[in-house]
């Protein structure tokens, strides 16, 4: 069963706006974990953040965490044509090891 | 340092053909997972290994085998190819459990059973 449900399904911006993408999941996580996958490529890491945690950076990238929305947010500033790619949550059920991954968000940043 | 990588990359196979996908991954990772992804579904696990010798069932097993006889390698067998599962298959890795840790993603297999 799908634990994470990204939104929107689609998202098309020009070079340079910020990009939001929202992920809600049911249940109660230790972690949550967004990644990346280009077209016709594998997933890459992005980041991870901990329930304890309300928010963290990494370059261009600022996620949040509201575990009691039981909501994650991933916004990516001053978007670049390179960051066209689909973009996807990951969740671990607590008391589970494995992650379940949500459906997705397509971006596409133009220039 | 290849990384993760998939074998082979394209497969076409005729209903109630078997084959072997073959997942190898240099990082000394212990926990490696076989993924499956179709259009709109996003990612769902159908079998994963927390170490050498040692395989469970994920999500979508069904149809499915797995082997994981050396620690590096990861195999995913159909005996019996159904249009159900013409999909892209991906493995993966991971030095912890994946809940806390980064899972390192093959390029992927992409399967057509017709």
């Known amino acids: 069963s799908q634990q994470g449900e990204e939104d929107p399904q689609a998202l098309s911006i020009q070079e340079g706006e910020n990009a939001t993408m929202n992920c809600s999941y049911k249940?109660?996580?230790?972690?949550l974990q967004w990644y990346r996958q280009n077209s016709g490529r594998g997933l890459v890491h992005l980041i991870l953040?901990?329930?304890?945690?309300r928010e963290k950076h990494s370059g261009r990238l600022r996620v949040t965490l509201d575990t009691s929305k039981k909501s994650s947010s991933l916004l990516i500033t001053a978007s670049r044509a390179a960051d066209t790619a689909s973009y996807f949550c990951a969740t671990d059920e607590s008391g589970y090891s494995t992650l379940t991954f949500g459906k997705g968000t397509m971006l596409l940043v133009s220039p | 340092n290849a990384g993760v990588t998939q074998t082979p990359k394209f497969r076409v196979l005729k209903t109630g053909q078997s084959m072997t996908l073959l997942c190898a991954q240099d990082?000394?990772?212990?926990?490696m997972y076989w993924y499956r992804q179709d259009p709109g579904m996003g990612l769902r696990l159908i079998h994963y290994?927390?170490?050498?010798?040692?395989?469970a069932k994920g999500e979508v097993p069904d149809g499915y085998n797995v082997s994981r006889l050396k620690k590096q390698n990861f195999l995913l067998g159909l005996e019996s190819a159904a249009p159900s599962q013409t999909s892209v298959y991906f493995c993966?890795?991971?030095?912890?459990?994946?809940?806390?840790?980064?899972?390192?993603f093959g390029p992927g297999t992409r399967l057509t059973v017709l």
């Open positions: 249940t109660s996580i230790n972690n």
């Open positions: 953040i901990r329930s304890n945690e």
């Open positions: 290994s927390v170490g050498e010798g040692t395989t």
């Open positions: 993966a890795s991971s030095y912890l459990l994946a809940s806390t840790d980064t899972q390192y």
């Open positions: 990082m000394n990772h212990e926990y």
